[in-house]
């Protein structure tokens, strides 16, 4: 049985760091994994992504402030620095992700999502 388990997350004023974390279990290889997030009546984006092979992916809106690592077969955390006002949202782990840019519907597996809010 697979299960993601987030953790970190949490309120912070803008310019300021969170950290989240992502181990993933019941898969027999490793896989690829990544983040999304979702605001409030908008559409769960692809954040960054940690791909086999290839390493680190990011969307625009977060290169340079936001950073992805894998520390062992199938846990991976997103170290988020400079963060806005408008990176406030659920943040998903997601495993299973296929290739980038990564897109919600290709995703096999979900975590629980942890809130990260921003404040100005």
């Known amino acids: 049985q697979v299960q993601l388990v987030e953790s970190g997350g949490g309120s912070v004023q803008a310019g300021g760091s969170l950290t989240l974390s992502c181990a993933a279990s019941g898969f027999f290889d490793s896989t690829n994994m990544g983040w999304f997030r979702q605001a409030p009546g908008k559409e769960r984006e692809g954040v960054a992504a940690?791909?086999?092979?290839?390493?680190p992916k990011y969307a625009v809106s977060v290169q340079g402030r936001f950073t992805i690592s894998r520390h062992a077969k199938n846990t991976i955390s997103l170290r988020m620095d400079s963060l806005k006002p408008e990176d406030t949202a659920m943040y998903y782990c997601?495993?299973?992700?296929?290739?980038?840019?990564?897109?919600?519907?290709?995703?096999?597996?979900w975590g629980q999502g942890t809130q990260v809010t921003v404040s100005s």
């Open positions: 997601a495993a299973d992700i296929g290739g980038w840019p990564i897109l919600a519907g290709n995703v096999g597996y």
């Open positions: 940690y791909l086999l092979g290839t390493g």
